[in-house]
């Protein structure tokens, strides 16, 4: 790993990443993967997240779709864990909430494959500081 | 196969539920199936939109319309109009309260999203574990900009004027704190992170540190920088193991790029941060006890001044600041002290970090403006009281802070406001009780911790709380007179004058606002010997109806202890002096034959 010596070198590695990154969400080239994100904090996990993110490595590999599947933090959303959020190129991202076995492979069936929702989608109801 | 052009989402969140959301869900169907549509249009119930005083809510995707206040005699005009003939039902809009305009999509509407997101803005957004995710999102780019273009100087005044203060619980001015330290002459100076979150209840500090390490790392950095300090400590609690692990591979990676260590972007500036751990004493959130226990010595608070910014770890000046208070500071410098304190009320700017919990629906982790109303926490983002149940009370500032009633619902939440109406903003736990918490036991709870947590030093504190949780236990227990009630008052007075630390002197506050806001309920258990939420186990005496009983003996045969006894089909009784209240026959007796007084 190169060490970080300027700003210039952070501004370079900050907009690989971004480019990275966007070019993985656009989903015009032939990277047309789905990423899923699951909520990693103690909470989470304490109430079944690493299952769940196994299952849908597994799931997704044996159903031969392409995906990201990456742990992050805490989403808030306590009253309804474990919570992923799924984005399916060209479309906007979507949080699934009380996601079981059941659920997750219901959002895969549904969700991923048809494009049809499931109920329990949880509402953005928050602003970021990027808007 | 179906292709769904629109969605309908039906809010199914419990608020919207409770007002017949199913119902609509179940009428848009019927329309949607009426006209054929089930091949294009897909209706779904969602989670809790946020925005419960106007629901229920229905969402038209991918047009983003947003209904307000819709009744299930809406449905079909909804399908008619808005799906059919592609017209927005203008009635059902949300109207904007500035200027009366129907606002069409949900996208423009800043005021549904009640949530501003700066401290938790990277919190289930990227992965912790991997720096390059931060660093796409700005990360180590507030550092930069300090270290390349401004002076420590230039720094700590934009934090000045940001107006931000410490997410703590004190609320001492960020900046002011830095300012003192930069000023203190030393060989060696520190930078300490608090990350000992003690509050029942409060879990900010662990879910910011176990979804965004970075940017503590970050601003402690920054805070080096502008204070003269070249090492960090975080001083976290070994109950913590996921927040430690993740903290520890965030430091590892900004080693690796050169982000701490020797010469930070190529400049004198030097930083790294090792971690300490705490045994999860609730005393060493108090910065001179977490001074001490850091030194290796007991976690007991000393007397201030001298403050840490002048003499704190082994004696040199450390700044110490709360997580939360170093997450929102790379946002302070990236984006100024403009933006920052634009946000917020008069004296408290920005936003602030709630763990909601208790008897709510939506229990999670929040960040909202400074000068949000409890009305609008408690019944838009948490989606009001589980159960349908009354609203009592809600907790804020943990075993420090106090219960704030109904009247305070309207009050917007900054420190100052919390403080005036007798409790604090604490760390951030707010725990929401209804009609069924008996406001002397909750008392009692917070007495009973503080008194577990009371490191011994000072008297007061040591002795006092003893006396005052006896007295709350004397009184749940039936045996408490009115002298009691003044008693507990007075003595509450002279703890929080002599103390000598926060925990003390601050202790005694859910007695006082209880007792302020629900005398009531004490002189109901001081006087007539009665619980009113029926919580008091000693207080409540259950009876069994002569007349109702048919001798069944259910109630007989389950009761744990032995305390009802009976002849098969004669009325039973129950001997109180054994009985431990469990309630068993109670829920047993299929006769409504036992009442509980």
């Known amino acids: ?45 304490a109430s079944g997240a690493k299952e769940i993110m196994n299952f849908l490595m597994e799931e997704l590999e044996h159903k031969a779709i392409d995906a990201v599947v990456s742990q992050t933090g805490c989403m808030g959303y306590c009253y309804a864990e474990p919570t992923i959020e799924v984005t399916v190129p060209g479309r906007e991202p979507i949080v699934f909430g009380d996601v079981d076995k059941f659920r997750a492979g219901e959002i895969i069936e549904k969700y991923i494959i048809h494009n049809e929702l499931v109920d329990g989608i949880l509402p953005v109801n928050y602003r970021t500081i990027e808007n | 196969m179906a292709d769904y052009k629109m969605h309908l989402l039906v809010c199914g969140g419990t608020g919207c539920n409770a007002s017949d959301s199913e119902q ?111 660093i796409a999102r700005d990360g180590y780019a507030a550092l930069a900009k300090c270290l390349g273009e401004r002076t420590p100087q230039q720094v700590i005044d934009e934090i000045k004027l940001s107006g931000q203060r410490g997410r703590g619980g004190g609320g001492f001015p960020t900046g002011l704190k830095w300012e003192i330290t930069s000023k203190s002459i030393a060989d060696q100076k520190y930078v300490v992170c608090n990350a000992d979150e003690g509050d029942p209840g409060a879990f900010m500090d662990r879910s910011i540190l176990e979804g965004d390490p970075h940017s503590v790392i970050e601003a402690m950095a920054i805070c080096g920088y502008c204070t003269g300090s070249t090492k960090g400590l975080v001083y976290i609690r070994a109950e913590y193991p996921l927040a430690i692990q993740r903290l520890k591979t965030a430091i590892k990676q900004a080693r690796e790029y050169g982000l701490l260590g020797e010469e930070i972007f190529g400049t004198p500036f030097s930083f790294d941060i090792t971690l300490r751990y705490g045994a999860g004493a609730f005393v060493c959130g108090e910065e001179t006890a977490l001074i001490h226990s850091m030194e290796g010595l007991r976690g007991e608070p000393t007397f201030k001044p001298p403050f840490p910014s002048e003499s704190g770890y082994l004696g040199k000046p450390t700044t110490v600041n709360n997580v939360e208070t170093l997450a929102s500071i790379p946002v302070i410098i990236n984006k100024g002290a403009a933006f920052f304190n634009s946000i917020g009320t ?41 159960g349908g149940k009354k609203f009592k009370a809600v907790q804020t500032g943990g075993p420090s802070g106090g219960c704030l009633t109904n009247s305070f619902l309207d009050t917007p939440i900054d420190y100052d406001n919390l403080i005036s109406a007798g409790s604090m903003m604490g760390s951030g736990g707010m725990i929401v009780m209804d009609e069924d918490d008996c406001m002397v036991s909750i008392a009692k709870f917070y007495l009973e911790f503080t008194l577990d947590e009371s490191c011994g030093k000072c008297t007061p504190c040591r002795i006092g709380n003893k006396r005052l949780f006896e007295i709350l236990d004397k009184i749940t227990k039936g045996l408490g007179t009115e002298e009691d009630l003044s008693r507990l008052r007075s003595l509450c007075k002279v703890i929080k004058d002599t103390s000598l630390c926060g925990l003390g002197q601050t202790s005694p506050n859910p007695i006082l606002s209880t007792l302020d806001n629900f005398y009531d309920e004490y002189l109901a258990h001081v006087k007539e010997h009665k619980c009113p939420a029926g919580q008091c186990k000693s207080l409540v005496k259950y009876t069994i109806d002569s007349e109702k009983c048919t001798g069944c003996t259910l109630c007989f045969r389950n009761c744990p202890v032995g305390a009802i006894a009976g002849e098969k089909r004669a009325p039973h009784t129950i001997d109180n002096s054994i009985c431990i209240k469990c309630g068993v026959c109670y829920d047993k007796c299929k006769f409504d034959a036992i009442s509980v007084s």
């Open chain 2, 24 to 134: 609509i869900r179940d009428n848009l169907l019927t329309e949607v199936e009426k006209h054929d549509l089930n091949d294009e249009v897909q209706v779904v119930m969602t989670g809790c939109f946020g925005f419960c005083e106007k629901g229920p809510i229905v969402k038209v995707l991918p047009d983003n319309t947003f209904y307000v206040q819709v009744k299930p005699e809406d449905a079909a005009t909804i399908v008619e109009e808005h799906l059919i003939k592609g017209r927005k039902v203008e009635r059902l809009l949300y109207k904007d309260p500035e200027n009366n305009e129907p606002i069409s999509d949900s996208k423009h509407m800043e005021f549904y999203k009640k949530q501003v997101r700066i401290a938790l803005r990277n919190c289930g957004f990227i992965n912790p574990e991997n720096i390059d995710e931060y």
């Open chain 1, 1 to 45: 790993m190169n060490k970080i010596k300027s700003l210039d070198d952070l501004r370079q590695l900050r907009e690989g990443m971004q480019a990275k990154i966007k070019l993985r969400e656009s989903g015009n080239n032939s990277e047309n993967i789905v990423r899923i994100k699951v909520a990693m904090s103690t909470c989470g996990i």
């Open chain 2, 346 to 386: 008069a004296k408290s700017k920005g936003t602030k970090v709630f763990a909601l919990a208790g008897k709510i629906n939506n229990v999670g982790l929040i960040e909202v403006p400074m000068g949000t109303t409890l009305r609008e926490v408690i019944f838009d983002i948490g989606g009001g009281i589980k």
